[in-house]
């Protein structure tokens, strides 16, 4: 469970993060590209800060997420002359691309479609363990 203290560090960054993800997305000048920080998770001691990112287009994201990755002591150092006055010491970023939403549309189409368990009782029995 995390901390309050945590959480104010992980929205701080979340926020900053927006900042500085989509001001380097409009400098390069791409413009069908959108990054949006969805969570940021800042582990116990402080150190790690864990970043959800979801990128949009799907086609473009594993490549945009290697670059970040790449960049990621820019991105770090960025980050601490924006939070410096906030934060003493600023967390390693790990980025990660946020599939919740790719999860919650393959079960709304699920319950669209066919396979709807509510609707066709057969498919429970497919569904149980055995």
């Known amino acids: 469970m995390e901390t309050n203290r945590q959480k104010k560090i992980g929205s701080v960054i979340q926020k900053d993060l927006v900042d500085i993800l989509?001001?380097?997305v409009r400098k390069n000048g791409v413009s069908n590209l959108v990054i949006s920080v969805s969570k940021v998770s800042v582990t116990s001691d402080l150190s790690v800060a864990t970043v959800y990112l979801s990128i949009f287009p799907q086609e473009?994201?594993?490549?945009?997420?290697?670059g970040i990755k790449s960049n990621t002591t820019l991105i770090k150092h960025d980050l601490s002359q924006r939070v410096r006055l906030q934060l003493r010491r600023v967390p390693n970023l790990v980025f990660f691309?946020?599939?919740s939403l790719?999860?919650?549309e393959k079960?709304?189409?699920a319950l669209a479609g066919?396979?709807?368990p509510i609707?066709?009782?057969d498919l429970l029995d497919k569904r149980r363990k055995s």
Do not use: C, M, P
């Not at 473009?60 to 290697?66: D, G, R, V, Y």
């Open 60 to 66: 473009k994201a594993k490549e945009t997420l290697e």
């Open 107 to 109: 079960i709304d189409n």
């Open 114 to 116: 066919k396979e709807n």
């Open 97 to 99: 691309i946020d599939d």
């Open 102 to 104: 790719d999860y919650i």
């Open 119 to 121: 609707e066709n009782r």
């Open 22 to 24: 989509q001001g380097e």
